[in-house]
């Protein structure tokens, strides 16, 4: 696609319901990160893929996170057993390489009440 | 990663030039620095890079200090559509260091 597609746009979750979001990275490009953005803050790095190999996820905060991209294009971010504390934007970006310039979407505003 | 120093915030007059400041005094001779800005309500979008020259694009320039402790984004005629958060990022490119580290940014307001 033209650009880095990320859905839902907008998702509400009861604390300690599990949730998915959804990454479409720019078709070829093999590199896709997930970063997580509070309120007023910069994008903080969650984890890092090369096609369908995870090869960072130091930045996920608990093992309550998990993140797949089993065929190297869509990626999935799990969240389970929602925290309030989880509440931000997700956002996923991707590149040609890890070397190149990002391309991000528009993110996943996570709202956990 | 290099960390990089920003001011908070900046303001600048629609059509004149914006000047970004960013310090990153602890940079590694193969480390880029890199900009991106993000708009209210999107992701960040990138907008230059440069190792050790000054770089132009359609965007912006940017321009580094021979020392490559800082560097200035140039934005030649600032519209209101600029008004975003700017990050400067520094980054190694193609030896490792996977992810890019943003920092709290340089909130610009442009102002009619």
């Known amino acids: 696609g033209a650009g880095v597609s990320q859905s839902p746009r907008y998702k509400v979750a009861k604390r300690g319901q599990d949730v998915a979001l959804r990454c479409d990275p720019i078709?070829?490009?093999?590199?896709l990160f997930w970063y997580q953005q509070a309120l007023g803050q910069g994008p903080e790095f969650l984890t890092y893929?090369?096609?369908?190999?995870?090869?960072?996820k130091s930045g996920l905060p608990s093992d309550r996170f998990f993140a797949e991209r089993p065929e190297g294009s869509v990626s999935t971010l799990k969240i389970q057993r929602t925290q309030q504390e989880d509440s931000a934007v997700y956002l996923c970006?991707?590149?040609?390489?890890?070397?190149?310039?990002?391309?991000f979407g528009s993110g996943t505003r996570l709202t956990v009440v | 990663d290099a960390k990089t120093t920003q001011p908070t915030s900046m303001d600048c007059a629609e059509g004149r030039a914006a000047n970004l400041p960013c310090n990153h005094s602890t940079i590694s001779g193969n480390e880029y620095v890199y900009w991106y800005r993000q708009i209210h309500s999107q992701g960040p979008q990138y907008i230059i890079h440069g190792l050790k020259n000054n770089e132009t694009n359609e965007m912006a320039s940017l321009i580094i200090t021979e020392d490559r402790k800082s560097s200035t984004l140039i934005l030649p005629h600032a519209t209101l559509r600029d008004t975003a958060v700017y990050y400067c990022?520094?980054?190694?490119?193609?030896?490792?260091?996977?992810?890019?580290?943003f920092g709290a940014g340089t909130r610009l307001f442009v102002k009619a």
């Open positions: 893929f090369q096609n369908e190999a995870q090869l960072d």
């Open positions: 078709s070829g490009h093999v590199s």
């Open positions: 990022i520094v980054r190694v490119d193609g030896t490792g260091g996977f992810k890019t580290i």
């Open positions: 970006a991707s590149s040609l390489a890890r070397d190149r310039q990002y391309t």
